[in-house]
């Protein structure tokens, strides 16, 4: 419950502040705080916060899923073999790529239709309606009567996340004060790293649970369905909160857009900001529509930005994250218990979860390039480490100093993605296009990612299969 609690926001919030450094090249930097006149309203953070339940369902669903192929009740129920060896057979890891790969698959499927959506009905009740679906998909996994309806359960909760990625960081940043006196970066920054942060404590959150949930029989069940405990929550918040003014505005509706705007602003804004708004949405309207073919044009270096966007999107998953987000316990089940294999992914998760801050901490002050090309040096060494030491040339499986080592290369190489490569391919991927184009665009990398992660889920378990 951290995310939905404004102490805790509040906690990052500051962190956030003192750690800034004024940018310049969007406009919101310190310039635009010296001129934001009213104070931002604390219902501002509360939206934020409830929103970031989004990102929550996201990280859970992808630190809870690997802990539950170590759970003896979970292997019971499903007939694999008892805990004890140090891998599984080959049907055994078959569906673990499945069970894993099918939630990526629902993401895919999810985020197609849902710019689509997000117009159609509206950012709020989108969102509604897309945790209504992930809490229909959470209950299934909570009660799956065997392997198919779990991997049912899976796609459907993917399909609610893979929309719902989409629609609550349109929404997020629809309702973000333009100028943000309190916050370093320019909105479209800080709602990524909101939402990395809650994907990050999402992630946390499941491992933490796993350690507890493992030795009960039926625990795996809430390691599955228990996101539904917060997207119910989700859901149920959000009709509480204001439609995106900007949505009401394109509508038509500016006497709404105006009382939606009078919860959000103070009252001296309201006016100047519908004004803004409508002037935005208009000139929208008379902008000439960017098509599909104009991605690859060499116009505005349009090839080079797909490209660019496309391959820092492949890259971030094929650096192998998710072979360690999803399946550490499988992995370190080599050389430990599978207790102490759940155990260790906890620590992971919060080296992961912690290493953010110092994402928000450095994205404007050390430059995206700068970030992107330490975080990448260091994932090689410490995969490169992970590989010398898990390899024919070390007693690792039975040398427990040794497993130490691996655990904290482990956790170093997953540092340095959660300081670059995590949060940053997301924030390139939003700020490299043209908005003409944007929206096309970030389907595209957006694809790209889910694509390749479904490849991770799907090939990782066969590929830590012992050698014949
Ligand atoms: C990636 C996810 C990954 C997560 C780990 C995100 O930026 O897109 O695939 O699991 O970071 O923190």
Redesign the pocket.
């Given at each position: 419950m951290i995310l939905v609690n404004s102490r805790y926001f509040a906690v990052w919030r500051v962190l956030l502040r003192r750690f800034s450094i004024p940018t310049t090249q969007n406009g919101h930097g310190a310039d635009a705080a010296a001129h934001r006149e009213y104070p931002v309203k604390r219902f501002v953070y509360v939206i934020a916060n409830i929103t970031a339940l989004s990102g929550l369902l996201?990280?859970y669903d992808?630190g809870g899923s690997g802990g539950t192929f170590e759970m003896a009740g979970f292997r019971r129920f499903f007939g694999w073999p008892a805990l004890g060896d140090k891998s599984d057979p080959a049907w055994v890891a078959n569906q673990q790529g499945w069970i894993t790969a099918m939630f990526s698959l629902g993401c895919i499927v999810g985020s197609l239709p849902s710019g689509f959506l997000t117009d159609f009905m509206g950012r709020k009740r989108c969102i509604i309606f897309l945790s209504f679906v992930f809490t229909v998909g959470a209950v299934i996994q909570l009660v799956p009567s065997g392997y198919q309806m779990l991997l049912a359960g899976r796609f459907i909760s993917g399909v609610g996340v893979g929309g719902l990625s989409m629609a609550a960081t349109l929404y997020q940043s629809e309702t973000a004060p333009p100028k943000v006196a309190d916050f370093p970066f320019d909105v479209r920054g800080l709602v990524v790293s909101i939402q990395?942060l809650s994907?990050?404590a999402g992630?946390l959150l499941a491992g933490g649970l796993n350690v507890g949930l493992q030795h009960w029989d039926e625990g795996w069940r809430i390691s599955y369905g228990g996101k539904g405990f917060f997207s119910l929550l989700l859901m149920l918040l959000m009709i509480c909160l204001p439609e995106s003014p900007r949505w009401l505005v394109a509508q038509g509706k500016s006497e709404a857009a105006k009382a939606s705007l009078g919860r959000i602003r103070q009252e001296e804004e309201v006016e100047g900001e519908l004004a803004g708004i409508e002037e935005a949405v208009e000139a929208e309207a008379q902008m000439e529509k960017g098509a599909w073919k104009d991605l690859v044009s060499p116009v505005d270096f349009m090839l080079y930005r797909t490209m660019l966007g496309f391959g820092v999107?492949l890259l971030?998953?094929f650096s192998g994250?998710?072979a360690v987000?999803?399946f550490a316990p499988v992995i370190f089940k080599k050389f430990l218990a599978s207790e102490m294999a759940i155990l260790a992914n906890l620590a992971v998760a919060l080296v992961?979860y912690l290493s953010?801050f110092l994402a928000l901490y450095l994205v404007d002050r050390a430059g995206r390039r700068l970030l992107l090309v330490c975080g990448g040096l260091g994932m090689a060494l410490f995969t490169a480490l992970f590989a010398l030491f898990t390899s024919a040339a070390f007693d690792y499986q039975n040398d427990k100093r040794l497993a130490g080592v691996i655990i904290a290369c482990t956790a170093l190489y997953?540092m340095n993605?959660?300081y670059s490569?995590?949060?940053l391919?997301?924030v390139v991927s939003a700020e490299i296009f043209p908005q003409r184009l944007r929206g096309k665009c970030m389907t595209i990398t957006t694809l790209a990612?889910w694509l390749t992660?479904f490849c991770i889920a799907k090939a990782v378990p066969v590929m830590i299969l012992p050698e014949k």
């Open positions: 996201f990280g992808i990395q994907i990050t992630i999107q971030q998953q994250i998710n987000m999803y992961n953010t997953v993605f959660a490569w995590g949060p391919a997301w990612n992660n």
